[in-house]
């Protein structure tokens, strides 16, 4: 299955920043996924990134907020934007695993924001 | 969308007992149905999958069957082992969707 390299690991930011995580994949992928893990919840699917096409964002997440890029097949950014404090969480990329029929995540990012 | 009602836990066991971590969902059509697990300190990685009505995934002696008629994944194992201490994610597919349960945090003691 792919390998996915997410970085940075964690970060600690300060309100109104933003910071930008990236996800780079050892083979070519069709969709890269971005997902929301907030304290105490399950992970919530905040995007799909296409290359060559603005990404798809699910109910509640705007592309404001939440901008990415996907340039190539094998690399993708989130931005987190105008942080504040309800955005600490683990943010985590997923691609889809072809060959067995599943999804590969990324080693998510803990965001803390002061 | 996809919704998915995952037992509560945390669940804390002894070594060799067996594990049931209920999982049913809703979905329109029909969708994949997949078990993460997450080990502490690590990332997610997938446990078992069952694609179809009846299949049976299994993996490092875990078992689900996609049970169409109730709308449910449970996860089995008939005896668990200190290292099976995770967080286990039931996670219904659709169009390339994931939608996670809240997790279940198993402990297993010696």
């Known amino acids: 299955s792919a390998v996915i390299s997410q970085k940075p690991s964690r970060d600690i930011c300060q309100r109104g920043t933003s910071l930008t995580i990236q996800c780079q994949v050892d083979?070519?992928?069709?969709?890269m996924f971005w997902y929301r893990q907030q304290p105490g919840q399950s992970l919530t699917l905040i995007a799909t990134?296409?290359?060559?096409?603005?990404?798809?964002?699910e109910s509640g997440f705007v592309i404001d907020k939440f901008p990415i890029s996907r340039p190539n097949l094998t690399f993708s950014t989130l931005t987190v934007s105008n942080l504040s404090p309800e955005d600490s969480s683990i943010y985590l990329c997923?691609?889809?695993?072809?060959?067995?029929?599943?999804?590969?995540f990324g080693s998510g990012t803990r965001l803390t924001v002061v | 969308g996809n919704s998915v009602t995952q037992m509560e836990g945390p669940v804390t066991l002894s070594e060799e007992a067996f594990l049931t971590i209920n999982c049913t969902y809703t979905?329109?059509?029909?969708?994949?149905l997949f078990w993460y697990v997450q080990y502490p300190g690590e990332g997610l990685q997938l446990l078992l999958k069952?694609?179809?009505?009846?299949d049976k995934g299994s993996n490092k002696g875990f078992e689900a069957t996609y049970r169409k008629e109730t709308t449910s994944f449970h996860l089995e194992k008939g005896s668990v082992q200190v290292s099976d201490s995770a967080v286990y994610f039931c996670?219904?597919?659709?169009?390339?969707?994931?939608?996670f349960g809240k997790g279940t945090l198993l402990t297993v003691n010696p």
């Open positions: 979905a329109t059509g029909y969708p994949s």
């Open positions: 990134a296409n290359q060559g096409s603005e990404a798809t964002y």
């Open positions: 083979s070519q992928v069709t969709m």
């Open positions: 996670a219904p597919c659709s169009n390339y969707k994931l939608t």
């Open positions: 069952a694609t179809k009505a009846d």
């Open positions: 997923s691609v889809e695993d072809v060959k067995n029929y599943g999804y590969t």
